[in-house]
C-alpha cells in the first residue's frame, strides 16, 4: 500500500485544527482539553463580554471571530450553544455554506443525538454528539475535571470510533447512547445532578434558620457519605425516617417547614413519597408502619386544621 495515499476523512489525521462556536462554560474547556491532547485552537466565537473574557482566559492567543469564520479555519468545530439554539445555528450554517466536506463537527447538548446535525451532513459534515456529564464552572478547573468524565456519544456507526477516541484524548470515557435515548439519557442526569443542587441550597437555608453557622461544613461529609453509598448500593443506601417510617419524625418536618420555609414543602413531600415507595419496593420499609407514613405524606399539603397548606396546593396529594 502507497504511503502517500490519503486517508479516508473518517480516519481523521492525528493533529486537528480545532474551532469554538459558543465560548460559554464548556466549549473553551473542552478546547483547552483537545490542546493538551496535541490539537491547536484556531478560532471561537462568542457574542457576550463574559464569553469573550472566558475565551480570553482558557484560550489565550486564539482570535475571536464570527462563527462562519470558525468553520472556514478549523477541521473540528464544537457548537458548545444552549439546546434551543443548537438546531436554527446548524441549519443557518449549512445554509450559509459554511460547513465544508470532510469537516468534524461536534455538538456538546445533552438532549439531542446526531440527527440534529442533518443538515450539516447533507453538507459534507462528519457529526459527532458528544455530551459531558459533568458540571461546568467556565474556569480552568473544568479541564482538570475532564479527567475520567463520562461522555454521551451518539454517531453514525461508521464516526463510532473517531467520536470514542476524541473523548479519550479529553481523558474522558466514551458512554455509547442510542439516538432515540438521548432525551431519556439528559432527563437522567437532570434529575441527579440539577436537582441536587436544588436539594442541597434548600438544606443549607435550612440549617442556617436552625442556626448552623457553617452548614456547608456539616453538609459535606454528610452528603459525600450518602453519595458514596448510593453509587455503591443503589436503594439499599437508603437510610432516614422515611425508610425507617418513622410517621411522627416526617410530620414534624412537615409541621416545621410550613413555618419556616413553605416553598420547599412540595419538594419535601415529593421526594419522601418517591423514597417511601422505593422503601416500600426493596423491603426496607416495613408494611405495617407504611400506612401511618403515607398518610401523613398524603395529607401533608394541608394544614393541621384540614385547610388547603400555604404551599398553595389543594386536594388529593395522590
Known amino acids: 500500500m502507497s504511503t502517500s495515499q490519503q486517508p479516508d476523512p473518517r480516519d481523521r489525521p492525528a493533529r486537528l485544527t480545532v474551532g469554538v462556536v459558543g465560548a460559554g462554560r464548556v466549549g473553551p474547556a473542552l478546547a483547552a482539553s483537545l490542546q493538551l491532547a496535541g490539537h491547536r485552537p484556531v478560532a471561537v466565537s462568542g457574542v457576550s463580554d463574559a464569553s469573550r473574557r472566558r475565551a480570553a482566559e482558557m484560550l489565550p492567543d486564539v482570535p475571536l471571530v464570527p462563527p462562519a469564520e470558525v468553520l472556514q479555519r478549523a477541521d ?3 457548537l458548545t450553544v444552549p439546546d434551543d439554539t443548537l438546531p436554527g445555528l446548524v441549519e443557518g450554517l449549512a445554509e450559509t455554506g459554511a460547513v465544508r466536506p470532510g469537516q468534524l463537527l461536534v455538538h456538546t447538548s445533552g438532549r439531542y443525538g446526531a440527527k440534529v446535525l442533518d443538515p450539516a451532513l447533507r453538507a459534507g459534515a462528519l457529526p459527532l454528539a458528544l455530551h459531558p456529564a459533568m458540571t461546568f464552572t467556565g474556569t480552568p478547573v473544568d479541564v482538570q475535571r475532564l479527567a475520567g468524565c463520562s461522555f454521551g456519544v451518539t454517531a453514525p456507526e461508521e464516526l463510532r470510533m473517531a467520536a470514542e477516541a476524541l473523548v479519550i484524548e479529553m481523558g474522558g470515557e466514551p458512554e455509547w447512547i442510542a439516538e432515540e435515548r438521548r432525551p431519556l439519557y439528559h432527563a437522567a442526569l437532570a434529575l441527579g445532578a440539577n436537582h441536587l443542587v436544588t436539594l442541597v441550597a434548600q438544606s ?11 452548614p456547608d ?14 453509587l455503591r448500593s443503589g436503594d439499599a443506601a437508603l437510610t432516614g425516617p422515611v425508610a425507617r417510617g418513622d410517621a411522627g419524625t416526617v410530620a414534624a418536618h412537615v409541621s416545621e417547614l410550613r413555618k419556616y420555609s413553605p416553598q420547599t414543602v412540595a419538594g419535601y413531600l415529593a421526594m419522601a413519597r418517591a423514597t417511601a415507595d422505593r422503601a416500600l419496593a426493596h423491603g426496607l420499609l416495613k408494611p405495617e408502619l407504611a400506612e401511618d407514613l403515607l398518610g401523613v405524606l398524603a ?3 394541608h394544614g393541621t386544621d384540614g385547610t388547603p397548606g400555604t404551599d398553595g396546593t389543594e386536594g388529593d396529594a395522590g
Do not use: Q
Open 299 to 301: 395529607n401533608g399539603t
Open 217 to 230: 461544613r456539616m453538609l459535606g461529609p454528610l452528603l459525600g457519605a450518602a453519595l458514596d453509598n448510593a
Open 76 to 78: 473540528l468545530v464544537l
Open 204 to 214: 443549607m437555608e435550612l440549617l442556617r434558620e436552625a442556626g448552623v453557622t457553617a
